[in-house]
């Protein structure tokens, strides 16, 4: 069956950096979409970023911009997310999730068809 599994998430300073991984097995990964979204508690996933299955364009929330950068190697079947210079409103768990290259909307959480469980990032002040 499909699997996403987040990792690399953790404790860090504001002002720090941390790398997020996603590793993808039981699908081609090549033929999707990948994206990445946070959550905190009480408050709907929000889209962080999404990259396309050729590696080619990526994607950003306005709060990402500048900051984060999303990349993908699909020969290991896994997408990144570099996160710099955080900030505590960067805290939440980050999900990544997997859209089947159809050119949809990767803004749209329910466009999606594969979720990983999430990884926990807390940037402290």
């Known amino acids: 069956q499909v699997q996403l599994v987040e990792s690399g998430g953790g404790l860090v300073q504001a002002g720090g950096s941390l790398r997020l991984s996603c590793a993808a097995s039981?699908?081609?990964?090549?033929?999707?979409?990948m994206g990445w979204f946070r959550q905190t508690p009480g408050k709907e996933r929000e889209f962080v970023g999404a990259?396309?299955?050729?590696?080619?364009?990526?994607y950003y929330a306005d709060s990402a911009k500048g900051r984060f950068t999303i990349s993908r190697d699909n020969a290991k079947n896994t997408v990144y997310l570099q996160m710099n210079s955080l900030k505590p409103e960067d805290t939440a768990i980050y999900y990544c999730?997997?859209?089947?290259?159809?050119?949809?909307?990767?803004?749209?959480?329910?466009?999606?068809?594969?979720w990983g469980q999430g990884t926990q990032v807390t940037v402290s002040s």
């Open positions: 999730g997997a859209q089947g290259a159809r050119g949809g909307n990767l803004y749209y959480l329910r466009a999606y068809d594969y």
């Open positions: 039981g699908l081609t990964f090549s033929t999707y979409d």
């Open positions: 990259i396309r299955w050729t590696g080619s364009i990526t």
